[in-house]
């Protein structure tokens, strides 16, 4: 059972387009990743948020972790085709020893 | 330098026979992460060792999986009598130190298909 809940599952966009993905969880978590995986590999971190509130810009996505620590966001500008691949937020909580993924968003960026 | 790698990378098994899954983390890495992923599906956590030590199988989903460290390096999951919902995608990760909210770093992982 997967306690973090992404959307939208899929979305197909064309270059240059902006795009939020959303990370949702009645849970509360001591941290949250968010994961690019493409086709065959494993997923790659691209950041870590601590702090309720926090925003991280990494170039051209920008994430952004819920005042309540329950939720997340995924802000990317200007989409390119490299952008293309399934993303993932992952929770850590405090008293867990293992990161909890969410459902994931699968995005493709065409010409 | 080297990155976790797993071997096999693809692995078909006949329903009700034993395999054997292995990760190669990275040099020195304390931790060590289990995980299944069905297809278009995030993974799902199954097992961790600190070292040597098993210290959370809680996600492991019967008996028929058993996951090893015996040294502290080389990890070895294994699935014993495998049914056809066994088949995912099984990715290991490794990870420095021991606190969790540092960064994992991910194999490919291997794709088991039973039929």
């Known amino acids: 059972t997967q306690l973090l809940e992404q959307s939208p599952q899929f979305l197909s966009i064309q270059e240059g387009e902006n795009l939020t993905v959303y990370c949702n969880s009645s849970?509360?978590?001591?941290?949250l990743q968010w994961y690019r995986q493409e086709p065959g590999e494993g997923p790659v971190l691209l950041v870590t948020v601590v702090t309720g509130g926090e925003v991280k810009k990494l170039k051209r996505l920008t994430f952004q972790f819920g005042d309540a620590r329950k939720d997340s966001s995924l802000h990317i500008t200007a989409a390119q085709p490299g952008d293309t691949g399934l993303y993932l937020c992952a929770g850590l909580t405090g008293t867990a020893s293992k990161l909890t993924f969410g459902t994931g968003t699968r995005l493709q960026v065409t010409l | 330098g080297a990155g976790v790698s797993q071997s096999p990378r693809y692995k078909v098994a006949k329903r009700g026979q034993d395999v054997a899954l292995r990760c190669d983390p990275i040099?020195?890495?304390?931790?060590l992460f289990w995980y299944q992923q069905a297809l278009g599906q995030g993974p799902e956590f199954l097992t961790y060792?600190?070292?040597?030590?098993?210290?959370?199988k809680s996600g492991l989903p019967s008996d028929r999986f058993f996951a090893e460290r015996p040294e502290g390096s080389v990890s070895t999951l294994k699935i014993q009598r495998t049914q056809q919902e066994d088949s995912a995608v099984y990715l290991c990760a490794s990870s420095l130190v021991r606190e969790l909210r540092y960064e994992q770093y991910f194999g490919p992982g291997t794709r088991l298909t039973v039929t």
């Open positions: 060792f600190q070292n040597e030590a098993q210290l959370d």
């Open positions: 849970s509360v978590f001591s941290s």
């Open positions: 040099s020195g890495h304390v931790s």
